[in-house]
């Protein structure tokens, strides 16, 4: 990183969720100035607010990890999740074009159709069966409408900043002797601590003129299914992992169709001249005692909750 990108300032929208924690992490990491807002800093459907935010910071790269991630609940909220999803980045996307920031915009798997056999390219045709997907489609539109516009889909993501599927297998895990879980989905689990350096990475690309704007896979290399994924999951917690048994999305359906097939070609950063991500499993081991960490801390919470709760003073 030469100097005069050590002195850009970065903003991250979003900053307080799972994926936001872990690109401020890196920027740290980096000695990069960042300022980090939270959805209570700013409010990103207000467009009015998000221009004044850019204008305050003045940022050369902006950093989307905002978005309603509900899957389910978008179905019937079609209209609230486009508002995050897609008014948000149309937004900032407009902030970023007037004070001629580079806009990198975090997106998904959802806006594919799901029924590949081989890894969706970065221009493969979208096709969302959702309303999830529907709204965040919007958002690359917006996004890939402006000059520096960057959108980067990942899936399948996790950490130890937020809820996500690692987690809930851990606590599951604690509690069920046996778990059925879907073994006719595959896709890509990815590391959010990985992704967050991937977007530094794009970032620094973008502003040194290296990276071009458009379309990129943050996914992590290799696939598996949710099956797979959980007996990793359970082995490296050190318990057998024949109690995963693997079942059918048939016995799990859901409001929102989930893809039967998330795995995601990475050929534009390398392009870039970026490194894609290494292999899931790698990195799973890598994060797991982190995840595991703060998966403790979380129950060491709520039962001290309950203990106060009993004890009162």
Known sequence: MNSTQEQATWLIAGAGGMLGQDVRAALARAGQRHVALDRAALDLTEPAAVLRALEEHRPAVVVNCAAWTAVDDAETHEAEALRVNGDAPAHLAAACAATGAVLLHVSTDYVFAGDAD????????????????????????????????????TAWLYGAGGPNFVRTMI???????????????????????????????????????????????????????????????????????????????????????????????????????????????????????????????????????????????
């Open 118 to 153: 081989k890894p969706y390219a970065e221009d493969a045709p979208t096709a969302p069966r959702s309303a999830y997907g529907r709204t965040k489609l919007a958002g690359e539109t917006a996004v890939l409408g402006i000059d520096r516009g960057y959108v980067v889909r």
């Open 171 to 313: 606590r599951l895990a604690g509690v069920k002797d046996t778990l059925d879980v879907v073994d006719d989905q595959r896709g890509q689990p990815t590391w959010s601590a990985d992704l967050a350096g991937l977007l530094v990475e794009l970032g620094r690309g973008a502003l040194a003129g290296t990276a071009p704007a458009g379309v990129y896979h943050g996914t992590s290399a290799g696939e598996t299914t949710w099956f797979g994924f959980t007996r990793e999951i359970f082995r490296l917690l050190g318990t057998d992992p024949d109690r995963v048994r693997p079942t059918t999305s048939e016995a799990f359906v859901r409001p929102a169709p989930r893809p039967a097939y998330s795995v995601l070609g990475h050929e534009r950063f390398a392009d870039a001249g970026i490194e894609p991500l290494r292999d899931w499993r790698t990195a799973l081991t890598e994060a797991f005692p982190a995840i595991l960490r703060a998966h403790e801390a979380q129950e060491l919470q709520g039962l001290q909750g309950l203990q106060d709760k009993e004890n009162p003073a």
